[in-house]
């Protein structure tokens, strides 16, 4: 068992310049390990099943059938370990395939550095990443009727106050704590309260993760 609490991560990217970039990026921190490097998918699989990584960066583009594709058999290969996909292209069904396929995190490819870190350590804990620019795009678009009607399940809407769904809506429209007190007339303080409320009932931790159950029962 490891005891040094360091995220082992398997960097699958296909362009040197940019993986080799990451892992000198990455290396800096100290409570991650770069532990394998890839460039196509077969290459891919072969690392993480023979290093069980914690996580995986995943290009959506890889060679031969590309990233999203690849996270399947990653699951299977190592359950534990987690994919993050990182894209060049930013749009709701290549967000909506990655998150279905089992994707734990989506990122763009120009992300900085502090958002992919946070992103990695978020992930490793057990959370979904999608950086908050994207999130408004993919929940107000096509995608997410697809997500709704695939995956609706899980608690009723009646275990969640009026109030409370109301703020929910808010949330998938990728506002802040301050607008949607603007929106409704109410304090940032008491927004807080509502989402603490929200993230207790529903077991939950993250805002994307309260996002994604609200999309689940149909509030939009």
Request: proline share 3%.
């Amino acid at each position: 068992m490891r005891t040094d609490g360091k995220v082992r991560i398997v960097i699958a990217e296909d362009h040197e310049l940019f993986r080799k970039g990451l892992h000198l990026i990455l290396q800096r921190d100290k409570s991650i390990e770069i532990v394998g490097e890839a460039t196509t998918v077969l290459h891919a699989i072969r690392v993480i099943n023979k290093l069980k990584p914690d996580v995986v960066l995943l290009n959506t583009t890889l060679p031969e059938i590309g990233g999203i594709e690849v996270i399947p058999p990653i699951r299977q290969e190592s359950p534990m370990t987690k994919a993050i996909m990182l894209a060049a292209a930013m749009n709701e069904t290549t967000i909506f395939k990655a998150l279905k396929a089992g994707a734990k995190g989506y990122l763009s490819r120009n992300a900085s550095v502090s958002n992919l870190i946070k992103a990695i350590k978020a992930v490793h804990e057990g959370d979904v990443w999608v950086e908050r620019k994207l999130i408004a795009r993919f929940f107000q678009g096509e995608a997410a009727l697809h997500f709704q009607r695939e995956e609706r399940g899980g608690m009723t809407n009646q275990e969640l106050t009026p109030r409370e769904q109301e703020i929910l809506r808010y949330l998938t429209h990728g506002l802040t704590n301050k607008e949607i007190g603007q929106a409704l007339f109410i304090s940032e303080k008491t927004v807080k309260s509502h989402l603490n409320s929200i993230f207790k009932k529903l077991n939950v931790t993250r805002r994307l993760q309260a996002i994604l159950y609200a999309i689940r029962q149909g509030l939009k």
